[in-house]
T-cell receptor
Framework: QKEVEQNSGPLSVPEGAIASLNCTYS??????FFWYRQYSGKSPELIMS????GDKEDGRFTAQLNKASQYVSLLIRDSQPSDSATYLC??????????????FGQGTTLQVKP | NAGVTQTPKFQVLKTGQSMTLQCAQD?????MYWYRQDPGMGLRLIYY???????DKGEVPNGYNVSRLNKREFSLRLESAAPSQTSVYFC??????????FGDGTRLSIL
């Protein structure tokens, strides 16, 4: 089992719809969770951080964390064509100590169709 | 505020040549990281430096060396480039439980 798993997609949604991106992780005691957006040919860009169970909202983005079920999700409301990108889930396991190391999923490609 | 600066942005090498990828950050973060990204493989950690003066291997260290020159700078060296090292290389920095921040990447082709 991969440590951080994402469906590679592509996930295709119409403009204005809600896009739901999911990520599961294997280390039950993981501490911190991040969502990065990566446009084709560009570097990963942080869009959300979440550290405790529940929902965290930032504009059109909502991150949801459920540590008991070991999943973290990203919802994008009112999806726009400019949201078309690859979304990377990253997890910081408890054992990373002060190294700050992250484990990345393979990424989910999102296509928002006008 | 430049964040994380990587040089060069593009490079073509011949097999067996050596080169050093440079990375500098002005975010005052303690830790720095080198990743490679290949199609279908996601981001894979090559080496990292948790703090100035320390370096450690990541998931795919073979064929690479690193130097943490000071708190700001972390370089990646390919001593004898191989076609399998054709990739996009990203440098990142971070501190503790905070997220990592990435540079723009170096696109490296080895013929």
């Amino acid at each position: 089992q991969k440590e951080v798993e994402q469906n590679s997609g592509p996930l295709s949604v119409p403009e204005g719809a809600i896009a739901s991106l999911n990520c599961t992780y294997s280390d039950r005691v993981s501490q911190s969770f991040f969502w990065y957006r990566q446009y084709s040919g560009k570097s990963p860009e942080l869009i959300m951080s979440i550290y405790s169970n529940g929902d965290k909202e930032d504009g059109r983005f909502t991150a949801q964390l459920n540590k008991a079920s070991q999943y973290v999700s990203l919802l994008i409301r009112d999806s726009q064509p400019s949201d078309s990108a690859t979304y990377l889930c990253a997890v910081r396991p408890l054992g990373s100590g002060n190294t700050g190391k992250l484990i990345f999923g393979q990424g989910t490609t999102l296509q928002v169709k006008p | 505020n430049a964040g994380v600066t990587q040089t060069p942005k593009f490079q073509v090498l011949k097999t067996g040549q050596s080169m050093t990828l440079q990375c500098a950050q002005d975010m005052n973060h303690n830790s720095m990281y080198w990743y490679r990204q290949d199609p279908g493989m996601g981001l894979r950690l090559i080496y990292y430096s948790a703090s100035e003066g320390t370096t450690d291997k990541g998931e795919v260290p073979n064929g690479y060396n690193v130097s943490r020159l000071n708190k700001r700078e972390f370089s990646l060296r390919l001593e004898s480039a191989a076609p399998s090292q054709t990739s996009v290389y990203f440098c990142a920095c971070g501190t503790g439980n905070q997220p990592q921040h990435f540079g723009d990447g170096t696109r490296l082709s080895i013929l």
